[in-house]
């Protein structure tokens, strides 16, 4: 397969579809390749991928190659990308200029080991288009960010506790792995929500020390946050949730995240990707959640 010749490219055509098969039976028809991939991965990588956002029932695609606007998957199935790995690769795949500056690196070195003259360069230019940032620390990965941001936090206030919003996600990390997709059940009052763990394993001294607070109900998460204000080293706050946009009108979302005025010192707004549009499948938690879009 060359996705470079769209000539060669197989493309999935609805019509050819038969109305009465289901859409899984339609996915799994339209992918075998992709099937053989996950049978494959399963055996060595828990889900069968190394990102369990990237897992979604009955298997994910295995892709092979992108560019531009386009993805193309073992199948040689051609597709159009709406989520550019969650909005982060806001140039599209593989742009030329992002391909020249990656191989002119690549032939320097990789991991050099020591400081380079290109790191302070991308953090100028990144505080030069982020108001209100002052300096820059890269981290390899959301999570670690996040964990190096409350870790900050709680060094700086001396505190232990932090808030976020239920429903929300900031890595997969044991003190923010907390009521991310709670059962129903478990989920406590929509005003004032519980800690729930989202995976076994998360120590109940971990549990005890994330307040969630609801989204979409500034009123409620500044109870909340006045309520345990002396205890609170930081408030996260995605403010374009992935599942849930705010809604508009809930005032503490639209001035940059909940919280009372005497507590914001301590608001970290904005996570990683705050750019990202939506709520997207394969989000699969496994619990279907609140719907607070109200
Ligand atoms: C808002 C938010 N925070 C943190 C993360 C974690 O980032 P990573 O997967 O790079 O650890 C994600 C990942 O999707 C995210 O959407």
């Excluded at 408030?235 to 809604?247: C, F, K, S």
Aim: aromatic letters at 4%; hydrophobic letters at 30%.
């Amino acid at each position: 397969m060359n996705p470079r010749n769209r000539q060669t490219i197989k493309r999935p055509r609805g019509k050819s579809v038969r109305s009465s098969m289901g859409i899984l039976e339609e996915y799994a028809k339209q992918n075998p390749g992709s099937k053989a991939a996950y049978e494959r991965a399963r055996l060595v990588l828990p889900s069968g991928c190394t990102r369990t956002v990237l897992h979604w029932p009955p298997f994910p695609l295995c892709l092979r190659a992108g560019r531009g606007t386009r993805l193309w998957d073992v199948d040689g199935n051609e597709r159009i990308d709406f989520n550019f790995n969650n909005t982060t690769l806001i140039l599209g795949h593989n742009h030329p200029r992002v391909v020249e500056a990656t191989e002119e690196q690549l032939a320097r070195g990789t991991v050099l080991g020591a400081p380079t003259e290109a790191e302070p360069r991308l953090a100028e230019e990144l505080l030069r288009r982020l108001r209100g940032a002052e300096r820059v620390r890269f981290t390899p990965s959301g999570t670690e960010a996040n964990m190096q941001a409350i870790r900050a936090a709680r060094s700086y206030t001396g505190r232990d506790m932090v808030a976020k919003c239920e429903g929300a996600y900031h890595g997969s990390w044991d003190a923010m792995d907390v009521s991310v997709a709670p059962p129903l059940e478990e989920a406590g009052p929509r005003r004032a929500p519980r800690s729930v763990r989202q995976h076994e394993g998360i120590p109940d001294g971990v549990l005890g020390n994330t307040l969630v607070i609801p989204f979409n109900d500034a009123e409620a998460a500044e109870s909340l946050i006045d309520e345990h204000g002396d205890e609170l080293a930081a408030v996260i706050v995605e403010p374009v949730q992935r599942d849930m946009p705010p809604e508009p009108g809930v005032p503490g979302v639209r001035q940059g995240g909940h919280g009372a005025p005497r507590h914001r010192p301590y608001l970290r707004r904005g996570d990683i990707l705050q750019a990202r549009p939506g709520g997207r499948p394969g989000d699969a938690r496994g619990h279907p959640g609140r719907d607070h879009s109200g």
